[in-house]
C-alpha cells in the first residue's frame, strides 16, 4: 500500500512541478481532470485497503477442533489424527446406554494383530476404548477422563476363566515408550509403539495401576 501511495504522488507532483517550472498560475482543465482522477483513484485503493484489513481483523477464529475431536486430544494422542471409523451400528446397538458425550462417529480403530476390534473413541471429557471378541455377543467399554488418559493412559483388559490367560490393549499419548503394568504385587514392563500397547500374560485379574514412561 505504501509502494503504490508513493508511485501515485510522484505523478501526481509531475504535472505540478511542470506548471510552476513554466510559470503558468492556473493548471489546463485537462490536467485539473486528470489530477482529479488520480486523487479519487488514490482514495479508493486506500479505503479498500482499510476494509479488507478491517475485515480480516473480524474474521472468525479457526476452529478448535480437527473432524469433532477436542484439540488437546488430537495434539496428545496421534491415533485421533487419523482418518476416522467410527462404531459399526449393531455394536452401537449392542451398548444400548451409550456414554454421554461420546463421539462414536468420530471412532478410530486401534490396529493390533488380535482376534478381536478395538476402538479409541473421543468424547467432551472422557475417552473410551470399545472392545469385540468374535464369537461373542458382549461389547466391552473403558472410558477415562481426559485427564487420566493423559496421566496413565487407557486400557481395556480382557479375562478368559477358562485359559488364565489375560490380554491388554492400550493407548497412551505422545511421547510415551514404556508402559508399567502394576497388578498386586507384580509390575510387568511393556513397550508402547505408536502411541498403542499390547500386552499378553497369566494373570487373572485387570491392572491396579498404569505408569507411562
Not at 79 to 96: C, E, Q, W
Amino acid at each position: 500500500m505504501q509502494r503504490l501511495t508513493g508511485k501515485l504522488m510522484a505523478v501526481l507532483r509531475m504535472p505540478i512541478e511542470a506548471s510552476r517550472a513554466t510559470g503558468r498560475a492556473c493548471r489546463p482543465r485537462r490536467e485539473s481532470w486528470q489530477l482529479c482522477l488520480l486523487l479519487a483513484l488514490m482514495l479508493t485503493v486506500s479505503l479498500t485497503a482499510c476494509g479488507t484489513k478491517k475485515a480480516d481483523s473480524e474474521r472468525a477464529p479457526t476452529r478448535t477442533s480437527d473432524e469433532g475431536v477436542s484439540r488437546r486430544l488430537a495434539t496428545n494422542f496421534a491415533l485421533l489424527r487419523t482418518s476416522r471409523d467410527g462404531i459399526p451400528l449393531d455394536v452401537r446397538r449392542t451398548l444400548r446406554v451409550p456414554v454421554p458425550g461420546m463421539k462414536w462417529s468420530f471412532a478410530r480403530r486401534v490396529p493390533v494383530s488380535l482376534p478381536g476390534t478395538y476402538w479409541l473413541v473421543p468424547g467432551s471429557e472422557d475417552l473410551c476404548i470399545v472392545a469385540t471378541n468374535p464369537g461373542s455377543p458382549a461389547v466391552g467399554t473403558v472410558c477415562a477422563s481426559v485427564k487420566q488418559a493423559l496421566r496413565h493412559g487407557i486400557a481395556n483388559t480382557s479375562l478368559n476363566p477358562i485359559s488364565g490367560n489375560r490380554i491388554i490393549v492400550g493407548v497412551v499419548p505422545n511421547g510415551v515408550r514404556t508402559v508399567l503394568v502394576q497388578s498386586g504385587a507384580s509390575t510387568t514392563s511393556v513397550r508402547a509403539r505408536q502411541g498403542r500397547f499390547v500386552l499378553r500374560d497369566s494373570v487373572s485379574s485387570p491392572p491396579d495401576l498404569l505408569i507411562l514412561r
